[in-house]
DNA sequence: CAAGGCTTTCATTTTTTATTGAAAACCCTG
DNA sequence: CAGGGTTTTCAATAAAAAATGAAAGCCTTG
């Protein structure tokens, strides 16, 4: 077979074009706090023309059962992965599912939201203790505070924005 | 001193505002990957009226003298803490830079910038290495590696943009 | 130019996070 | 509905990241 050390039947190294890919999604991946294990199986799904069984992810990447089953849960829950059946086989098979906007907008709706709703809240907090301070302490406490109310409406406002764009 | 649970001086307890501001920042900077006492050191020099020794960041905040000087040391590099002279004190003084957008272009520039081209150069190692693969596999290796593409130069689109939007 | 305060560095320790794999749970399927 | 393949869970372990603090380096200044 031309170019590749391999059989096509799912063998247990891995392509130079499949390490590139894999590289790749560790690295971004990791910029949103993704484990390593978490990026090797979506970068091996996301070049793989058919879809894996989770016993080839384990073999081909050479990680544990539960780190597999792990990645995969979380990948689904990211829509970034989906099942597909395969008939004749009783495991379940795994496609990536190529729309990468899915990890931004979980990180959006997962990570960056919470906080910014919670910080939203503390904002308030802050605003009602600095009432009880001597003027001069008061009034720096309040342009300060100000400053980071200025900050959230701009993320608020940013945020819709830039799904708008990911999502096409 | 009214509301103040220690002298101005400089005494070794955080008031509740600060409290919130600091766990404020320990949020949202551990989303862009900076550890706690980072967080810690801007939250406290954020809220705080006046600037700050190292020292009375160590005392107040209970870290390290290295965890404070290698906190301090990389918030001067994002520009988000600038030093200031104090007359007759010999040790630095520190007042944090009012411009949260420093954090962010700080993390475009060296996490997201970097990391988006060495994936631009792995693009192109695949789309070499998928020539020389049989017609069906690399029909599907390219429209994949196409895929990674049209994200990458979106991404790229959407940087400056980003940039502008925040740089005020 | 030496003494001493202030800051940085970095090997070690602690804490946090990720991975492993055995056991439990969950199906199909005959 | 029992047997056996597949997947999930989770306590234990390993790996990675952060914090510590002693020692070295750097200045100022007397």
Redesign the interface.
Known sequence: ???SSQTSGGGSTL???EI??I??FI??LK?I?LPKSVGEIYGLL??S?RPLPMEELMARLQISLGAASQGLKLLRSFGAVKVVYSPGDRRDHYVAD?E?SRFATSFIRD??KP?ME??LE?IE??EA??Q???E??RK??FQ?IE??KH?ME?GQK?MPW?MK?LVN
């Open positions: 077979m031309a170019g392509e130079p074009l590139e890919a590289e790749m690295n971004f910029l706090g996301f070049v023309p190529l990468l990570e960056l906080r919670r910080a503390r907090r802050m203790m600095a009880g301070m001597p001069e302490e720096a406490a300060r400053r980071l900050w701009r940013m830039i764009f």
